[in-house]
C-alpha cells in the first residue's frame, strides 16, 4: 500500500518506466491482492477461532 503523498511520484516512476518500455503496474496490483488476501485470511482466521476482530478492542 502506498500513501497518498507519495502518488504523483509514483504516477511519475511509473510513466518514466511505461516510456522505458517497463511496466511495474501489473506486480503492483499482484502484490497488493496478495497483502489484501493475507489480510483476509488472517483477520477471518482470527474470527473463526473465536478471537474476535482485531477493531473490537478499540471500540
Known amino acids: ?4 503523498n ?3 511520484s509514483y504516477i511519475v516512476f511509473n510513466y518514466g518506466l511505461w516510456r522505458e ?3 511495474g ?3 503492483d496490483i499482484q ?3 496478495l ?6 485470511v488472517v483477520v477471518g482466521s ?3 477461532l473465536g ?3 482485531p477493531i473490537e478492542g478499540i471500540l
Open 1 to 4: 500500500m502506498i500513501a497518498f
Open 6 to 8: 507519495d502518488i504523483p
Open 21 to 23: 518500455g517497463l511496466t
Open 25 to 27: 503496474i501489473g506486480q
Open 31 to 33: 502484490a497488493t491482492a
Open 35 to 40: 497483502l489484501i488476501g493475507l489480510i483476509t
Open 46 to 48: 482470527r474470527y473463526f
Open 51 to 53: 478471537f474476535g476482530l
